[in-house]
Structures are given as structure tokens and as C-alpha cells.
């Protein structure tokens, strides 16, 4: 697994590539809770190169944005999650916690 973190102005992209499963979720968290070590609470997550997500990697997503949130205007949005992915966050009921875009341009907006 690929991280990529990238700072706009309003915002942080963090791309990622490879799978998120029990094995690669650790490094997932850590570049995650760098952000947060740094006041920046507002993440567009791009999963266009992410080809699995386990329950762990959901964990880990779930609980970024959640810590996101605590802070005004905070939130963790995701974009190009591809089919499979979606169909395991809705089957796990998690689709409502989340909003999803279609592309990185529209995410990084939505912090306007």
C-alpha cells in the first residue's frame, strides 16, 4: 500500500493505492493520526487505487472521521470508491456515515 498526502488551503488529500486489510491499516492510521496531530481536520480520502478494504481499514477510516468531526467545520470525505468498496460499506451500514464524491475536485470543494 501507496500513501500520498497532499495539503490544499482548506483541506488535506490523502491518496492511497494497494490494499487496506489487517496488514497495511497501521500504516493507513498513522498518516491519518498525523493529520490530526497537526489540527488538520479536514480530509478528502481519494480511493481510486485502492482495490480491498478490510473491516480493520473501515475501522480505521470510521474512527478519523469521527475524530474529524469533534472539531467545527472537521469531516473526512471519501471519492472514487469503486463498486466493491461500496457495496461493503453499505452492507456493513456504514454508506450513510460517509460522503462520497465523485471525483477529487468536487471532494476538496466541498471544504469551501
Known amino acids: 500500500m501507496e500513501i500520498t498526502t497532499k495539503a490544499y488551503g482548506n483541506c488535506d488529500l490523502v491518496q492511497v493505492s494497494g490494499r487496506i486489510d489487517s496488514n497495511t491499516s497501521p500504516k493507513l492510521d498513522d498518516a491519518l493520526k498525523a493529520l490530526l ?3 488538520r481536520y479536514r480530509i478528502v480520502l481519494d480511493l481510486a487505487e485502492v482495490t480491498f478494504v478490510s473491516s480493520s481499514g473501515i475501522w480505521v477510516i470510521l474512527e478519523t472521521q469521527k475524530a474529524c468531526k469533534k472539531h467545527r467545520g472537521g469531516n473526512l ?3 472514487n470508491v469503486n463498486d466493491e468498496i461500496a457495496y461493503s460499506l453499505e ?3 456504514l454508506h450513510r456515515f460517509f460522503t462520497y464524491y465523485d471525483d477529487i475536485t468536487a471532494a476538496v470543494a466541498s471544504f469551501v
Open 37 to 39: 496531530n497537526a489540527n
Open 77 to 79: 470525505v471519501i471519492t
Open 91 to 93: 452492507l456493513a451500514g
